[in-house]
């Protein structure tokens, strides 16, 4: 384990090092005076203008910039909105948790159908059902979430009138948002002497669009990684075994090999972070969804440096931690990476002039 | 050589998928080249007297937009732009790519982990996010939202590259030649890279399908092609607001960029089929 962590933090350190070094100077980059913007375009007398570009430290050398920023990044404070003038730590924590919770239910209803469509698929190998999910797994994979959101916006709201259209909640409802998630808020004792039920209704309903539309690739992936690797293992001699005790075909599969096929999947879901962010700015513009992509999007067309910096910075540190958290979870999870990293220590600590370790070689893609 | 070829082909045109894919491509092909001949009308002429005529209409086959615009013909063109970005795209990023995935897996050592970093970096960054932050410093534009997608794109081939160039620079072929007194350079680009098309290609053709895909979906945000462009991502945005009025408007370019995507998809599967046979001898 330690060995772990220390093999990690070194391509962890510079990792994170570049993902900074880029969010600051990506935004240092955009064109026009920020000072200036702040400022709108009557501020422009040059005293305040010199005394706002000291207050916010633009008058310093970028690289002395660059260490504040980060030094200030450290006690939790990464600037004010030139919009809405607040703390931008705050507003992406008041943000967070509703796109966190739809991420989470657009998770779910990915791994609730693809793992059950990647199952049948390899059992029914080569078969019609195969064919049939595989292709519709494809056109998953293929679609353009930004129309996927409309057209499920044209069929459920508009045609069948089933859910709504926008938004997080019915705004005849004022409720409390103390977790921030409103499937739970709607259920704290507060609103629910209050209203009863039915803003967690209308909770649940305005997530079940957003959640398909961003659930859909990922959906895809799960239900294509499933098949394969269910494929792999039930290709194995335990599963042949298992079959020889006369151990029933459901039993086998659901038990036996889904168990194993699940691991890389593991991976897989950790890798997808990057995609159900990229998923969330698209979905949150569609459904109006009041959370951290539709915010970044916002602040890009007003140039909002500040939002965009942390945005960025955010999201980016974010996915590389749960990348490695992944990592970690796989060797927890697999016993053979476990030994696989042990005898690789084990080498390297036989021949201390070998520096690259071979599972490190051997794992490209 | 040419038996090898015959023997692909054929193995190619077995999977129906993959052949699907490379029909519509072909299509797709077609319509973007011969645009001008084959749009009925030109796509950025106002038809003032017709707003948001419906499908079918005896003079406009695919209706008209907002503007009294000829859906059809801007259709038409948008497979030219939609199109011509994704090769573009794969163009950049798979030449930048491959040759810092073939450095890094030859020379290995500080080389090869200064382009991983660079890859774990630039993975760091969702695609969509990456490119947004690209073009508010560029500016929107079809042109920036070509470059922000072109390095989001680089990653996935300088991994294959680099995984390829690792495999083959242990093999003997290398080794002899370098014997013989091949420079480095003469080693990676007339040795070592031969033998990764294979997957890059297959990479390629996925490539082209994610390009389209995040251009598209720039041009939807406002940050890629603008106003008066014919192209499916802008035309959807436009088409936003009268979606319960004239729904054929949000459906229609939708559909194109998904059976576009989906063909590449499918031919890029096909492709991998073929040039990988352990992987299908496993999957299927």
């Known amino acids: 384990m330690k060995n772990f962590i220390l093999k990690r933090s070194k391509d962890l350190l510079p990792t994170l090092i570049g993902v900074s070094l880029l969010s600051f100077f990506l935004v240092r ?28 430290g633009l008058d310093q050398p970028i690289i002395f910039q660059y260490f504040t920023f980060i030094a200030k990044a450290f006690q939790g404070d990464l600037g004010e909105s030139l919009i809405s003038k607040t703390s931008v730590v705050e507003e992406f924590f008041s943000r967070f948790p509703a796109t966190l919770e739809l991420g989470m239910a657009s998770l779910l209803f990915a791994l609730t159908f693809g793992i059950p469509f990647g199952v049948i698929a390899a059992v029914k190998r080569n078969g019609f059902l195969d ?18 959101g409309l057209i499920l916006i044209i069929t459920f709201s508009l045609n069948l009138g089933l859910t709504p259209v926008s938004g ?15 499937l739970i808020d709607t259920l704290l004792p507060s609103t629910l002497s209050h209203y009863g039920l039915k803003p967690f209704f209308s909770s649940l309903a305005h997530l079940f669009l957003p959640a398909i539309a961003m659930g ?30 006369g151990i029933s075909a459901h039993r086998i599969i659901l038990i036996h090999a889904l168990k194993n096929a699940l691991i890389p999947i593991i991976t897989v879901l950790g890798l997808m972070f990057g995609s159900i962010i990229t998923g969330a700015i698209l979905t949150e513009s569609i459904f109006s969804w009041p959370g951290i992509g539709k915010w970044l999007v916002s602040s890009i067309t007003a140039r909002d440096y500040p939002v965009i910096q942390a945005g960025v910075l955010f999201i ?29 220590n084990k080498k390297r600590a036989a021949s201390p002039t070998d520096k690259a370790p071979p599972q490190n070689e051997g794992d490209p893609l | 050589m040419r038996s090898t070829f015959l023997q692909n082909f054929r193995l190619f045109s077995q999977n129906r998928g993959a052949l699907i894919g490379l029909l519509f491509i072909l299509f797709f092909t077609l319509l973007a080249l011969l645009a001008p001949w084959l749009a009925p009308k030109d796509p950025n002429t106002l038809y003032v007297e017709h707003l948001r005529e419906a499908p079918f209409h005896p003079s406009f086959l695919l209706g008209t937009d907002d503007l009294g615009r000829d859906y059809l013909s801007r259709l038409i063109y948008g497979a030219r732009i939609s199109l011509g970005t994704g090769i573009l795209i794969v163009l950049f990023s798979g030449t930048v790519g491959t040759i810092l995935g073939l450095l890094g897996g030859f020379y290995g050592k500080k080389i090869d982990w200064a382009v991983m970093r660079l890859v774990d970096i630039l993975m760091a960054f969702p695609s969509i996010l990456l490119a947004m932050a690209v073009v508010s410093i560029l500016g929107p534009g079809l042109l920036n939202a070509i470059i922000a997608v072109s390095i989001v794109a680089c990653p996935q081939f300088i991994k294959i590259a680099r995984a390829k160039a690792m495999i083959e620079k242990k093999q003997t072929y290398i080794m002899a030649s370098r014997t013989f007194g091949a420079s480095s350079p003469r080693l990676i680009f007339k040795e070592i890279l031969p033998n990764c098309l294979g997957p890059l290609l297959v990479q390629a053709s996925l490539g082209v399908s994610d390009g389209i895909l995040n251009v598209a979906a720039l041009g939807f945000l406002g940050l890629g092609a603008q106003a008066p462009t014919p192209e499916w991502g802008i035309m959807l945005a436009d088409a936003r607001v009268f979606i319960m009025s004239s729904p054929f408007l949000v459906t229609l370019p939708g559909i194109c960029i998904l059976i576009l995507v989906l063909s590449f998809n499918l031919f890029g599967d096909g492709l991998r089929d073929i040039i990988d046979p352990k992987l299908k001898a496993r999957s299927s």
């Open chain 1, 316 to 344: 980016a540190t974010f996915i590389v931690l749960i990348n490695i958290g992944v990592d970690f979870l796989y060797t927890l999870v697999d016993p053979r990476m476990r030994k696989e990293l042990q005898k690789v």
């Open chain 1, 168 to 182: 997080r909640l019915n705004i005849i409802y004022d409720i409390d948002p103390v977790t921030g998630f409103y």
């Open chain 1, 29 to 56: 980059l955009i064109p026009g005076d920020p000072v200036m913007l702040m400022l709108g375009e009557r501020g422009a007398n040059p005293e305040v203008y010199m005394e706002m570009k000291q207050k916010l």
């Open chain 1, 131 to 148: 064919y049939f999910l595989m292709t519709m797994s494809l056109v998953g994979y293929s679609m353009p979430i930004f129309w996927w």
């Open chain 1, 216 to 245: 859909t690739i990922p959906l895809a992936v799960i239900a294509r990684m499933t098949r394969s690797s269910m494929i792999d293992v039930l290709d194995e001699d335990y599963i042949r075994t298992a079959k020889a005790r």
